[in-house]
């Protein structure tokens, strides 16, 4: 690689500071495509914020498993569901069990 | 309604809410904290839902079912609780900030039962409209946008307050020995 195109590219690259600014979004992929290989390029190179984006992505982890919707919740609200598509809303107040499963 | 009309519009909700109901029960959760309340706003989001359902273009069904929702909870909020909560955006901003020292701890992460059981204390320890942001992007899986436009906040607000709180959950990580100290982020 030439020695300009060398220097190009390092000018371009994202400093710790400026990667610090966007890590949350990039680990939520939330960044654009861009901003997201240069954050990836840093990240590779610089051990400190390689290790900081492990610890966030570890906490997403963690969070990504904390909780799952209450089974018996999700099948009344999925019977729920149906029933409206097969009778329609009531006209009244809504009512916990329309479709008088007993739950 | 004719049966035409209500063939059309079961054949349009099972397209497009069927599929979102465990989303919608998950952000229930969030923004109730109990899971009658959370059932009750769920069947009123699917109510609304139903009724609109002939109206809605197609596009974005999440976006918009969460917005139903949004009107829906508002609508709770009016009947039981007319106060608003206090804002802590300010008071975290001073606790948030991590003291990171240049050259302390071990730099590796310790990835564990410990550490699940020290991110979900930190969780709970957050300020309710930071946890509620936390979990609507990392538990319910809510993009930005969607997380802003439930809140009826700036994505730059669910943007901080998602910053803010995993500055406060990665530094009691640290506390316990199961995070690096070091970190300009």
């Known amino acids: 690689m030439s020695s300009w195109l060398w220097q190009r590219r390092r000018s371009r690259r994202m400093n710790c500071m400026q990667v610090a600014r966007v890590l949350q979004s990039y680990l939520d992929g939330e960044s654009d495509e861009f901003t997201a290989r240069r954050v990836a390029e ?13 610890v966030y992505r570890e906490i997403k982890h963690a969070l990504a498993r904390h909780d799952t919707p209450d089974a018996a919740t999700l099948s009344r609200l999925r019977g729920f569901s149906e029933a409206l598509m097969g009778s329609g ?7 916990r069990t329309p479709s008088g499963d007993g739950a | 309604m004719d049966t035409g ?5 079961d054949k349009a909700f099972a397209q497009y809410v069927l599929p979102e109901v465990e989303v919608l029960l998950r952000v229930a959760m969030t923004l109730t904290a109990q899971v009658a309340d ?3 706003l769920v069947q009123d989001t699917l109510l609304r839902a139903y009724r609109a ?9 999440r976006a918009w079912l969460l917005t ?8 709770r909020h009016r009947r039981r609780r007319p106060h608003l909560l206090d804002d802590p955006d300010t008071d975290l901003d001073r606790l948030a ?13 310790v990835v564990g039962e410990a550490f699940d059981e020290v991110v979900d204390a930190a969780l709970a320890d957050l300020p309710d409209k930071h946890r509620q942001v936390v979990r609507l992007v990392d538990i319910d899986g809510l993009s930005y946008a969607e997380a802003a436009g439930l809140l009826d906040v700036p994505e730059g607000t669910v943007m901080s307050r998602l910053h803010r709180a995993r500055k406060r959950i990665r530094a009691r990580l640290t506390a316990a020995g199961l995070a690096p100290k070091r970190g300009v982020l």
Do not use: K, W, Y
């Open chain 2, 68 to 75: 139903i929702m949004r009107r829906a909870e508002m609508n």
């Open chain 2, 53 to 61: 359902v002939d109206r809605f273009d197609g596009e974005h069904p």
């Open chain 2, 38 to 40: 959370a059932e009750d």
């Open chain 2, 5 to 9: 009309d209500r063939g059309a519009r």
């Open chain 2, 97 to 109: 900030s991590t003291p990171a020292g240049p050259d302390a701890g071990p730099e590796e992460i």
């Open chain 1, 42 to 54: 840093h990240v590779e190179d610089c051990r400190r914020c390689g290790l900081e984006v492990a």
């Open chain 1, 89 to 95: 809303p009531p006209d009244d107040q809504v009512s």
